[in-house]
């Protein structure tokens, strides 16, 4: 999927042809390796790092996550997904690694659509397992506390919204409150598509609660010519 290869066959998605990325969200100093289908597709991922987007069949296909150090399979990050036509996935590997039962994939689709002219857009996915998990809202300081997406749950990812670009400065808290963690600043740029994970674990100094930022429909690794 990009991270620790060296692909260079990038370009657009093919009609027919689906793409999936993934990115490791499990706040550790635990390095994965993912295996698609028995084929390793990226090696020694790093908490945060998100994988380019690869270009792969339609079809169920069985994902593996390997701690790369230990080369042990962590079965609770191993599944079979079913990828639909023309469609873009983003896998959110999540969990607290001290917490087997928590660990899981999280697969949300990514929209299509392009931002208005002169406008960004932005989703938000609420990732940070075992943090305000009944739910949360967020809201954007640099525009008098605007509430921005309201209640989501752990696991559960918001539709995209227009913004005007330039920076985002998110509070996520405790849905109804005002009083949560951040600011976190997201830039935005003009007609570009983001995605705002939040990430992290609660009361932690080591790996505090924060902001994962994707661009989303970036070009594709293409593996099958």
Not at 161 to 187: H, K, N, Q, Y
Request: charged content about 25%; hydrophobic content about 35%.
């Amino acid at each position: 999927m990009g991270v620790g290869h060296s692909y260079q066959n990038y370009g657009k998605c093919r009609n027919g042809m689906s793409r999936v990325r993934l990115i490791h969200n499990i706040a550790s100093d635990i390095e994965v390796n993912v295996k698609l289908d028995g084929m390793i597709r990226a090696r020694d991922v790093k908490y945060k790092d998100v994988s380019d987007y690869l270009e792969i069949n339609p079809g169920k296909h069985n994902i593996r996550i390997f701690n790369a150090k230990t080369k042990e399979c962590i079965s609770q990050l191993s599944t079979t997904v079913t990828i639909c036509r023309n469609k873009t996935y983003t896998v959110i590997v999540s969990g607290v690694i001290t917490d087997l039962e928590s660990l899981k994939l999280l697969t949300i689709v990514d929209d299509k659509m392009n931002p208005s002219e002169g406008k960004a857009m932005v989703r938000f996915v609420h990732a940070a397992s075992g943090t305000f998990e009944d739910g949360v809202d967020v809201y954007n300081r640099s525009n008098g506390d605007d509430l921005v997406f309201q209640d989501y749950k752990y696991g559960y990812a918001s539709k995209y919204i227009e913004v005007d670009p330039g920076v985002l400065s998110l509070i996520v808290a405790p849905t109804g409150s005002l009083d949560g963690v951040g600011p976190f600043p997201v830039e935005t740029k003009e007609n570009k598509i983001y995605t705002i994970i939040a990430s992290g674990l609660f009361d932690s100094e080591e790996y505090p609660v924060t902001a994962i930022v994707t661009m989303d429909k970036a070009m594709c690794i293409c593996l099958y010519d």
